[in-house]
């Protein structure tokens, strides 16, 4: 069974910038595409970046030149670095496993980290 652990979240000011992790535990090969997604207070939750298991990369229009996802095979662990940040990317950031590899289906998720920016 897959466990994801997200960590690096927290509060900055509006053009601050974070990192945060996301560790597979329990990981035992395959295909995997992983994501980023996004939930904002009162909102429905969204997508913000994808890499599947070819290191290929998806970014939502929103945080296109400003965020980068990426991820260390060797250490099972994905990335989300997070530049420019605005008020507006304030919310509980979780990421999330497709073992099918089709960033479609995403059976596996994490308990989410905050992150707020204020202006």
């Known amino acids: 069974q897959l466990q994801l652990v997200e960590s690096g979240g927290g509060s900055v000011q509006a053009g601050g910038s974070l990192r945060l992790s996301c560790a597979a535990w329990g990981y035992t090969g395959g295909s995997y595409c992983m994501a980023w997604f996004r939930q904002a207070p009162g909102k429905e939750r969204e997508g913000v970046a994808t890499?599947?298991?070819?290191?290929?990369?998806s970014l939502a229009d929103s945080v296109k030149g400003r965020f980068t996802i990426s991820k260390d095979n060797a250490k099972n662990t994905l990335y989300l670095e997070m530049n420019s940040l605005k008020p507006e990317d304030t919310a509980m950031y979780y990421c999330?496993?497709?073992?099918?590899?089709?960033?479609?289906?995403?059976?596996?998720w994490g308990q989410g980290t905050q992150v707020t920016v204020s202006s």
């Open positions: 890499i599947d298991s070819g290191g290929s990369t």
């Open positions: 999330a496993a497709d073992p099918a590899g089709e960033c479609l289906g995403f059976a596996y």
